[in-house]
């Protein structure tokens, strides 16, 4: 059975850190192309980082260089490293495994996590 499992969202003030981590089982992380997504309320989810083996293959322009998505295979977890967060930043954060298209498009994901809220304020 497939599992993602994130955690470490929270509420911090605008220019503060997080990192995220998303837990998996059910499947070997380290051929599995995975990514990260985010909805803020009223919107639609978007991609903000894509990930095969270890490399990032793709940014949201709104993240790049704030943000950094890495893994760790031998712990089957994914983390998504958020650095001077923005208001804009807030909302579900997701992990999700998807096809390898290298691409952010939630069309593209077969399994979604639950999610964890990231609120900023300013």
């Known amino acids: 059975q497939v599992r993602l499992v994130e955690s470490g969202g929270d509420s911090v003030q605008a220019g503060g850190s997080l990192r995220l981590s998303c837990a998996v089982s059910?499947?070997?992380?380290?051929?599995?192309?995975m990514g990260w997504f985010r909805q803020a309320p009223g919107k639609e989810r978007e991609g903000v980082a894509d990930?095969?083996?270890?490399?990032?293959?793709a940014y949201a322009n709104s993240v790049k260089g704030r943000f950094t998505a890495s893994r760790d295979n031998a712990k089957n977890t994914l983390y998504l490293q958020m650095n001077s967060l923005k208001p804009e930043d807030t909302g579900t954060y997701y992990c999700?495994?998807?096809?390898?298209?290298?691409?952010?498009?939630?069309?593209?994901?077969?399994?979604w996590g639950q999610g964890t809220q990231v609120t900023v304020s300013s």
């Open positions: 999700a495994r998807k096809r390898c298209t290298g691409k952010l498009n939630p069309a593209d994901v077969n399994d």
């Open positions: 059910g499947f070997t992380l380290t051929f599995a192309c």
């Open positions: 990930i095969f083996s270890g490399t990032p293959q």
